[in-house]
């Protein structure tokens, strides 16, 4: 049995976005009660539009899971300068920064993430990034963006592109960084 309740706990209520660490920026369409195994609990139902992914995450996990509110503007605007700073690629092989990147993406830190997108950013006239990199760095541009857009009210391309605007001014590493940074992940 369920039954739907439109109101609050935790601070958090229907109709807000929150974000989820494992799966970025969704909305809590219900707070329910569900019978589980003759227990009964209270869960927030956050509905992810993008990856058409309904979780029911319960009421007592919430600070254990890492579900927070949005960020708020002035963190917007760190994580944006966050991104226009100088890349630091750690000189350990790939496989574990790879993992490094993984768990900043996955910790849901608006900043963490922002720290993957500028360290993984490639432009035009730098080397073709690695499978894997690209994949990092698209999931990371992909939290980023959300968050950004759900905040400052802006269409997903929208965000996508103040992202890009900060990250060109970003300072260029150059080509013989870029070579070394490559001999080391061949090397790994």
């Known amino acids: 049995m369920v039954a739907k309740k439109q109101q609050q706990r935790l601070g958090f209520k229907t109709g807000e976005y ?15 009660e569900q019978e589980v195994a003759g227990l009964t609990l209270e869960l927030f139902v956050i509905s992810f539009e993008q990856d058409k992914l309904t979780l029911r995450v319960p009421v007592a996990k919430v600070k254990s899971v890492g579900m927070r509110k949005l960020a708020e ?15 630091r690629v750690k000189r350990t092989m790939w496989s574990r920064r790879a993992q490094e990147y993984e768990a900043k993406i996955n910790s ?5 993430i922002s720290e993957v997108v500028r360290d993984l950013y490639r432009s035009e006239e730098q080397p073709e990034q690695s499978y894997s990199e ?15 857009a759900s ?5 997903l ?7 890009e605007k900060q990250l060109a001014k970003s300072p260029r590493r150059s080509k ?4 070394e940074a490559e001999s080391d992940e061949e090397a790994a």
């Open 18 to 32: 929150v974000v989820y660490p494992a799966h970025g920026v969704g909305v809590i369409v219900a707070i329910e």
């Open 151 to 155: 905040v400052k009210k802006l269409t």
């Open 73 to 87: 503007d002035d963190e917007v605007k760190k994580a944006l300068e966050t991104v226009t700073g100088r890349a």
């Open 157 to 163: 391309t929208e965000a996508v592109q103040l992202i």
């Open 134 to 148: 690209r994949q990092l760095f698209e999931q990371a541009m992909d939290r980023m963006s959300r968050e950004i």
């Open 108 to 112: 849901g830190d608006l900043i963490a």
């Open 176 to 179: 013989a960084d870029a070579a």
